[in-house]
């Protein structure tokens, strides 16, 4: 019944009033019983017959025996309190209550604070004790004051305290309600998301409660909308997968049903229809390469060389493996490499990333245009740019450049055999393994600048290949 954290915090703090009050009211009761202010007066009357006694010693002294005890008897009835004199050995000369159980002459208690004897009987009596001239000693006492139980409860002090108590403990339980919602209400919607989670779009939790809380339910939100976007992201994929594989799928079909058909009846249809297939083929073997490989690189997996690399070397082999293809195209291709420091990572990875991007600024830049592959040295780090004077990228496109399968226009980039779209999330991933990142510049019919910036390797080579934050 009480499992709940509300109740569980609920019942903590009424408890906690609830002991608090009882505390209190303890206290107090025992106080009450104690009665400190009835034992102070009794004790003051006692030192005044005391006091009036030692004044009238002399008188007293002088009186016969009878008259003395007459006049101890008086005293007696008139303060109501017990007098008995002892002589110097402890011996009771004259008690004016000799018909009540005896007391015998009491031992000293010099730390007490409140002097009490007991009689024969066990009755507690409050008392002095003093010396007289002749070296008797008197003694007066009182039966302790004791007050009941009862008595404080019914005194007319008691009420308003209970009726404050009452009210005290209402509120506090109320207050101490509203402070249990207040905590636990905000863990229960989140539990009640949790439990609706892979829910298309659940809504946010409010962001409600003490500051943990709020603090707890901001992360759960922020994790709910990663969830989502990974969700969402997968779902992406997968119809892009199917999407990018039904085309070539098709084409297979469509010639191989041709030939089964007999459509192809010449052997140069037939022949054509063999090249289309294998050609449908080998791109989506090549897709399927990319796939696994960005699948690698996702999981971290990838096997990534960690060496030194001469990157001057390296883009100087890039272009010259693209030369004949750029003079077929019409197009300069220039490096422009100053001293460059060493980077660490994997030469042919970094390879691939360049291959990648001047094959695209190929693809994308007409006769008569230019291809740079620059390289320089800033701020602890090489920036290699990859530039070129092509079509350039609109900019709606631009943020979505890196994504997988995204093609700025299907029908123009699927003009080479290896569009598919995977190439620039590839090379991101790449140089995010290398510790690095990758930024575009582009204008529609300006050309684009795609910059890789690479961390240079300490002294100490011992730069880390690791997957940066993205
Ligand atoms: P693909 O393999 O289809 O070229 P990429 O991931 O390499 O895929 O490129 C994504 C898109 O970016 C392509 O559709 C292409 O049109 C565009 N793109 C890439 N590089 C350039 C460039 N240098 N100039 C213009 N467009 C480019």
């Not at 809380?213 to 997968?241: C, S, Y």
């Not at 971290?300 to 272009?319: F, H, K, Q, W, Y």
């Not at 943020?399 to 123009?412: A, G, L, M, N, T």
């Amino acid at each position: 019944m009480f499992s709940s954290l509300r109740s569980r915090l609920w019942l903590s703090y009424a408890w906690l009033i609830v002991t608090a009050l009882g505390v209190v009211m303890f206290v107090l009761l025992l106080y009450l019983l104690r009665n400190p202010l009835l034992y102070r007066q009794t004790l003051s009357k006692l030192n005044a017959v005391e006091t009036l006694i030692a004044a009238r010693q002399r008188e007293l002294a002088a009186l016969p025996s009878q008259s003395l005890k007459t006049a101890l008897k008086r005293t007696d009835s008139t303060f109501d309190v017990r007098l008995i004199l002892f002589d110097a050995d402890e011996r009771v000369l004259f008690d004016t209550r000799a018909d009540e159980t005896p007391i015998a002459m009491p031992s000293e208690h010099f730390f007490r604070s409140t002097p009490t004897l007991r009689d024969d009987a066990g009755k507690v009596w409050l008392y002095t004790l003093s010396d007289l001239s002749d070296g008797t000693r008197l003694l007066v006492a009182t039966p302790r004051p004791n007050v009941h139980l009862l008595a404080i409860l019914r005194d007319e002090l008691m009420p308003p305290f209970w009726g404050a108590g009452a009210i005290a403990l209402l509120l506090s339980l109320l207050l101490a309600f509203g402070m249990a919602r207040w905590i636990a209400d905000p863990l229960q919607r989140m539990l009640t998301a949790a439990r609706e989670m892979p829910a298309e779009q659940s809504i946010p939790v409010p962001v409600r409660g003490p500051h943990e809380v709020q603090e707890l339910t901001q992360a759960f939100n922020e994790m709910v909308a990663r969830v989502q976007d990974t969700q969402q992201a997968q779902r992406d994929f997968v119809a892009n997968v199917s999407h990018e594989l039904k085309t070539p799928l098709t084409s297979i079909q469509g010639f191989a049903q041709a030939i089964l058909d007999g459509t192809t009846d010449t052997p140069e249809s037939q022949r054509q229809a063999a090249e289309v297939i294998y050609a449908e083929a080998g791109r989506m073997h090549r897709m399927v390469l990319d796939l696994l490989d960005l699948a690698r690189l996702d999981a971290g997996i990838a096997e990534m060389e960690r060496s030194p690399v001469d990157l001057t070397a390296l883009l100087r082999n890039v272009a010259r493996k693209f030369t004949p293809q750029a003079r077929g195209a019409g197009v300069g291709l220039h490096v422009e490499v100053a001293d460059l420091p060493v980077v660490i990572g994997d030469g042919d990875r970094l390879a691939q990333v360049f291959t990648n991007l001047v094959d695209n600024a190929l693809k994308h830049t007409p006769s008569g245009g230019q291809v740079i592959l620059r390289a320089v040295r800033q701020d602890g780090e090489v920036k290699i740019l990859v530039i070129d004077t092509g079509a350039g990228i609109p900019a709606e496109a631009l943020p979505h450049i890196f994504e997988r399968f995204y093609q700025v226009d299907k029908s123009r980039s699927s003009g080479g055999e290896h569009s598919s779209g995977l190439g620039l999330a590839i090379v991101r991933e790449i140089v995010s393994a290398h510790g690095g990142r990758i930024t575009v510049r582009s204008q529609a019919g300006q050309g684009s600048t795609f910059v890789v910036h690479l961390p240079v390797a300490r002294p100490d080579a011992t730069t880390i290949l690791s997957r940066q934050d993205r």
